[in-house]
């Protein structure tokens, strides 16, 4: 079982920055592929990064350039490191982790852009 705590939302303006967290508890054997997503309200749930074991990285076209993912192994957590934000960037924060396989979700984390 992999326990998962996400943290670093906030209510900032456009063209701020915030940094998420997704520490991972438990079993953590070290081969995972780790994903945020984001859903935002009356929308489906979509994947905004992920990174693998290996330190792979994907995005979102919409968040190429301004998102970083990026990880501490040593510490078992995933960061997002989210600048130039948007108002549409706005939603809930999600962290899934695979853990050999097995998903495991974060309670999620509220990203709010407005002026």
């Known amino acids: 079982q992999v326990h998962l705590v996400e943290s670093g939302g906030g209510l900032v303006q456009p063209g701020g920055s915030l940094r998420l967290s997704c520490a991972a508890s438990?079993?953590?054997?070290?081969?995972?592929?780790v994903g945020w997503y984001r859903q935002a309200p009356g929308k489906q749930r979509e994947l905004v990064a992920s990174?693998?074991?290996?330190?792979?990285?994907n995005y979102a076209d919409s968040v190429k350039g301004r998102f970083t993912i990026s990880k501490d192994s040593a510490k078992n957590t995933v960061y997002l490191q989210m600048s130039s934000l948007k108002p549409e960037d706005t939603a809930d924060y999600y962290c899934?982790?695979?853990?050999?396989?097995?998903?495991?979700w974060g309670q999620g984390t509220q990203v709010t852009i407005s002026s």
């Open positions: 899934r982790w695979t853990e050999v396989g097995v998903d495991y």
């Open positions: 438990g079993k953590i054997f070290g081969i995972n592929v």
């Open positions: 990174i693998s074991t290996g330190g792979d990285t």
